[in-house]
């Protein structure tokens, strides 16, 4: 009843944080599948507390509904216990459904708890079908992101160059006087060079000018803005 009264009223700021985590919830939903559900609570309103909400068919939700028992439980835990998210505990759906759940706090401008993020992973369903919503029926290699892990912004650009030279190099399609256009192509597309230095250290790996990476940058731009 307390965090009823004293958030009766919430300030515009604060719901434009509240709104801000929608996109949280949305990605949890897509990277985890539907067997997650991602619940975003407002503490405006208890009766009618959920505003957004991914995969609600997991426990029979949908925004309007109220926040749940172990919501305020795990809301208690965050405000005796000082912290942000709780550690992982377990649920089970209205199906019977076990869950394995855990809880974000979201804080407005002044620190005050305003909302809570609650995530319900089902771990119910099989294993096959677990992989099979994570993983995609037919992978492409060929379109597949390498992500590479660098320790500093020298070693991301340089493994990045020789990653990219290297598929340009071995791709027959590309003739041999374009091959530099395409590499820097496909760099600017990856947003490499929004990174500090990195004209520098692709044209020396490119046996090239910066005045020929600039060129070549200016060219795909104004063709951009062209179409």
Same mark, same amino acid.
């Given at each position: 009843?307390?965090?009823?009264?004293r958030l009766?009223?919430?300030l515009e700021?604060?719901?434009?944080?509240?709104?801000s985590?929608?996109?949280?919830?949305?990605?949890?939903g897509?990277?985890?599948?539907?067997?997650?559900?991602?619940?975003?609570?407002s503490l405006?309103?208890?009766?009618?507390?959920v505003?957004?909400?991914?995969?609600?068919n997991?426990t029979?939700?949908?925004?309007?509904?109220?926040?749940t028992n172990?919501?305020?439980?795990?809301l208690?835990?965050?405000?005796?216990e000082?912290?942000?998210v709780?550690?992982?505990?377990f649920?089970?759906?209205?199906?019977?459904?076990?869950?394995?759940?855990?809880?974000c706090?979201?804080?407005?401008?002044?620190?005050?708890?305003i909302?809570l993020?609650?995530?319900?992973?089902?771990i119910?369903?099989?294993?096959?079908?677990f992989?099979?919503?994570l993983?995609?029926?037919?992978?492409d290699?060929r379109?597949?992101q390498?992500?590479?892990?660098?320790?500093?912004?020298?070693?991301?650009v340089?493994?990045?160059?020789?990653?990219?030279?290297?598929?340009?190099?071995?791709?027959? %399609? !590309?003739?041999p006087s $374009?091959?530099?256009r395409?590499?820097?192509l496909?760099?600017?597309?990856?947003? +490499?060079f929004?990174? /500090?230095d %990195? !004209?520098?250290?692709? $044209?020396?790996?490119?046996?090239i000018?910066?005045?020929?990476?600039y060129?070549? +940058?200016?060219?795909? /731009?104004?063709?951009?803005?062209?179409?």
């Amino acid at each position: 009843m307390i965090i009823r009264q004293r958030l009766a009223y919430m300030l515009e700021s604060d719901k434009r944080i509240l709104e801000s985590w929608r996109s949280v919830a949305g990605m949890l939903g897509r990277l985890l599948g539907k067997q997650c559900e991602a619940v975003l609570h407002s503490l405006e309103d208890l009766q009618h507390s959920v505003i957004f909400i991914v995969n609600g068919n997991i426990t029979g939700r949908s925004v309007g509904s109220p926040i749940t028992n172990t919501a305020l439980t795990m809301l208690q835990r965050i405000q005796e216990e000082n912290t942000d998210v709780t550690e992982a505990y377990f649920t089970r759906s209205p199906d019977g459904h076990r869950m394995r759940s855990i809880t974000c706090a979201i804080r407005g401008g002044s620190g005050e708890v305003i909302g809570l993020l609650c995530v319900n992973l089902d771990i119910d369903i099989s294993l096959c079908q677990f992989m099979q919503e994570l993983l995609p029926p037919q992978v492409d290699e060929r379109k597949q992101q390498n992500e590479v892990f660098a320790q500093s912004v020298d070693e991301l650009v340089k493994e990045t160059v020789t990653a990219v030279r290297n598929d340009i190099m071995n791709d027959p %399609a !590309v003739s041999p006087s $374009a091959r530099n256009r395409k590499i820097i192509l496909k760099l600017h597309e990856q947003g +490499l060079f929004e990174l /500090k230095d %990195a !004209v520098i250290i692709i $044209a020396g790996m490119l046996n090239i000018s910066r005045h020929t990476v600039y060129l070549h +940058l200016r060219n795909f /731009k104004n063709k951009s803005h062209s179409s």
